[in-house]
């Protein structure tokens, strides 16, 4: 697309070297505006037990669903200062539009288990298998330039065909512990550690065979272990909680790569009223993040994303 756009403006058959639509001595204004929208759910068969009330255990089958839609939009315009060609063309302004569509289905298996030694203290242990996914991908990508060729504007556009490709997924396993401790029947405080390792997610099964070696072999160099951290406390007036909690995840990558410190941060708080069978739950839940990216290799600076996320959740619950 871009020898059809003319960003790559000329061959050297001599050398094998293209030539760029712009000298190496101009500069251009750039932006990449990204958009991602979608979602996933889970569907859940469970069972549960207990012994003596003393130990209890239980495990379940989720049937999950997954939808991510990516759109990116890069773009270019050239400074006024910039050269002109000898034969008077000039480079004005690229656009660049990305769009990815995935689509899937999956299965996963949590087994875990509750230890109660007396009645103030809780201790837990799950195991989460990794998720399986199906997943379809489906993509496209499309380049518009502007030149002014011989003193007229002129517009170039390629579009790629488009494309779609199927293959399957396996999220990290998880293993998590937690602890609860009751006081004096009125406030409760409990803690969760997880253990995942991000190195053993695997892409597997492509739709024209690939077994995705390489792709694979690049995640155990890029990714890691990590320990996630969760602690939440809550405290009982009559038939009114009150509830507060904080969570860290450290950054998934090595040392090294460019999203090393990108841990996420998560504070909450909210209120809940139980009455016979009726619950109302209010939280509030905090994320914050600073994720980096780069447009593409090169001489640029890197462009830090601050995530501040904020969502505030309301639950109704009746038992019967």
Do not use: C
């Not at 837990?124 to 997943?135: A, D, E, Q, R």
């Not at 190195?199 to 739709?207: I, P």
């Amino acid at each position: 697309m871009a020898w059809n756009t003319y960003l790559l403006y000329e061959y050297d058959n001599a050398t094998g070297n293209y030539t760029p639509a712009i000298f190496l001595e101009d500069s251009v204004n750039y932006r990449n505006i990204v958009t991602t929208e979608g979602g996933s759910g889970e569907f859940t068969i469970a069972f549960g037990g207990n012994i003596s009330n003393t130990f209890y255990f239980g495990a379940s089958l989720g049937i999950t669903d997954f939808n991510y839609t990516y759109t990116s939009t890069y773009e270019e315009a050239a400074k006024n200062s910039n050269g002109t060609w000898p034969n008077g063309d000039r480079f004005y302004s690229l656009n660049y539009k990305q769009y990815i569509e995935t689509k899937g289905t999956g299965y996963n298996l949590k087994i875990g288990g509750i230890y109660v030694p007396t009645p103030e203290v809780r201790l837990g242990v799950s195991l989460h298998t990794p998720t399986f996914y199906n997943f379809d991908d489906a993509f496209s990508s499309s380049i518009v330039t502007d030149f002014d060729t011989a003193s007229t504007a002129v517009n170039f556009i390629s579009n790629s065909p488009f494309g779609k490709y199927d293959y399957h997924f396996e999220t990290p396993m998880k293993l998590i512990g937690s602890a609860a401790f009751i006081i004096m029947q009125k406030g409760l405080i409990s803690i969760d550690v997880e253990y995942v390792n991000y190195s053993a997610m695997r892409f597997r099964k492509g739709g024209d065979g690939y077994n995705f070696w390489d792709l694979n072999s690049q995640m155990d160099n890029v990714f890691k272990n990590t320990v996630n951290y969760r602690i939440g406390g809550e405290y009982k007036l009559g038939n009114l909680s009150l509830r507060g909690g904080y969570s860290f995840y450290p950054s998934p990558y090595k040392s090294g790569y460019i999203n090393e410190k990108s841990n996420i941060q998560q504070f909450s708080g909210g209120l809940g009223y139980r009455s016979g069978n009726i619950s109302i739950d209010l939280a509030y839940l905090r994320t914050m993040q600073d994720l980096k990216a780069v447009f593409y290799n090169g001489d640029i600076p890197i462009v830090t994303n601050k995530i501040r996320d904020s969502k505030v959740l309301l639950t109704f619950g009746f038992r019967f």
